[in-house]
């Protein structure tokens, strides 16, 4: 018998028999930045922190093997790069850059002969991946009803849409605060002033809410590195439930360009310094695109402003981006259909901006509802948003809902049953309808 019959364990004509186990993977995940890959071998490459440069065998025989998988599916962040040691690949001399960077892929290659070298003999993505149910109802809390100027009542939204009766709230009543989703079914409101004391008596409070819609008892966060701060931005970002919040004004009534991540547990951690390039400024709204990452817009750093920064899948805040559409302050945010975002009113505008699943922020349109400021707006029912509360120019503290279409389309006005208010914070919260 000529030849090489590499799954023939018994080296013997007759019946071929299969190599136990197949391929030997690795049982260590690989992590670092580079692998010295071996035939016959299995690896997980986990390119989380890094990429991966794989050194193929110099010396490769026909039928070697080596299989190669996307373990924590990041590939496209950090991409698996493959240095084939003097041999070609597909053909193409080893002086070719070759790397993959499609998430969830995998890549079993096979060694063909010294003309065509390494070839793939699949290369493709996983799309089978666990999707996390859809966030489908919404809660409006805090803020300024006038009399009293600072209030802690909440309104949850059900996964229609329909903004509930005013729930006295455990919290410290307090306005110019802002909120969240966390953890993929919970959410947090954080910061605020406080009364009595004006804008310096700024605070670090947070109030997470549970999944069932109930707002917890103050948590102080009392460490002197997460700042007191009012009006800032708040979104969530990357897939395992992180939030953020970034910008705002300080204690000393300063605008400010730093951020706090919090933990898919509601943790809220030390400030990260602003990025060079990101103007400090307050009175933003933040909303999260593109399935894992986030953006904040607009702002007053005086006069108001179209900028809009992006916040990447890891927490980090991009410098500015000029954007389109009315500059304003205080709009409302929020995502709606799946992966993209929309801002807003603010300013006593009804204009919107809608935000594609790549961050790009769209030019005005025109809402049907109410010009005013000082709202907040949520998701809900799993593709949709609304918008709720605020102040009109003229006429006051407004209880007007505006729902949003899993298109971008913002209603007309909706009256609804909680107390009139500005300065209040939105956010989605829940699995259950």
């Known amino acids: 018998m000529s030849g090489k019959i590499v799954n023939n364990v018994f080296r013997a004509s007759g019946v071929i028999a299969a190599t136990p186990g197949g391929l030997d993977w690795s049982t ?19 390119t989380t922190s890094n990429a991966c440069t794989v050194t193929l065998p110099s010396s490769a ?65 996983v799309s089978d991946v666990g999707v996390a149910p859809a966030t489908q109802r919404a809660i409006f809390g805090f803020g300024n009803a006038g009399s009293p100027a600072f209030t802690g009542v909440t309104n949850l939204v059900n996964s229609s849409g329909v903004v509930q009766a005013d729930v006295s709230a455990v919290g410290t009543a307090r306005r110019q ?32 809410v549970n999944n069932s819609g109930v707002v917890q008892s103050d948590v102080a966060n009392a460490s002197g590195s997460v700042t007191v701060k009012y009006q800032s931005g708040m979104t969530t970002y990357g897939s395992t ?5 970034a910008f705002g004004t300080n204690s000393s009534e300063a605008n400010i360009s730093l951020s706090n991540l919090i933990s898919s547990s509601g943790v809220i951690a030390d400030d990260v310094s602003g990025v060079s390039g990101a103007t400090a400024r307050t009175a933003v709204a933040g909303a999260p695109y593109g399935g894992d990452k986030g953006i904040i817009a607009y702002g007053y750093p005086d006069p108001s402003t179209n900028i809009s920064n992006k916040i990447s899948n890891t927490g980090v805040v991009a410098s500015d981006t000029s954007g389109v559409g009315t500059a304003r302050v205080s709009p409302g945010a ?21 935000v594609s699943n790549t961050g790009v922020v ?20 799993g593709d949709k948003a609304l918008f709720y509360g605020g102040n009109t120019d003229g006429s006051g503290r407004i209880n007007y809902a505006n729902l949003v279409t899993n298109q971008g389309a913002v209603g007309s006005d909706q009256s609804a049953v909680g107390t009139a208010r500005s300065n209040l914070g939105g956010a989605t919260y829940s699995y259950s309808t």
Do not use: H
């Not at 990041?74 to 597909?90: K, R």
């Open 362 to 381: 769209a030019t005005d349109t025109t809402a049907s509802g109410t010009a005013r400021s000082i709202g907040a707006g949520a998701s809900y029912g």
């Open 177 to 208: 605060l802002s909120a969240t989703n966390f953890g993929g079914d919970k959410a947090i409101f954080f910061g605020g002033v406080v009364s009595p004391g004006g804008n310096a008596n700024a605070s670090r409070i947070s109030n997470i």
């Open 241 to 245: 439930g992180q939030a953020m919040s």
């Open 61 to 125: 025989e026909i039928g070697d093997q080596i299989v190669f998988a996307d373990y924590a599916r990041t590939w496209s962040t950090n991409n698996l790069i493959i240095d084939s040691n003097g041999n070609n690949f597909q053909g193409e001399a080893d002086t070719y850059t070759v790397d993959y960077d499609t998430v969830g892929q995998s890549l079993n290659i096979v060694y063909a002969d010294s003309t065509k070298g390494w070839l793939p003999v699949s290369d493709d993505a």
């Open 28 to 46: 260590a995940v690989v992590t670092g930045s580079t692998l010295s890959a071996s035939a016959g071998k299995g690896y997980f490459i986990n």
């Open 334 to 354: 929020a995502g709606y259909g799946t992966d993209k975002a929309i801002f807003a009113y603010g300013e006593y505008t009804n204009k919107v901006n809608l």
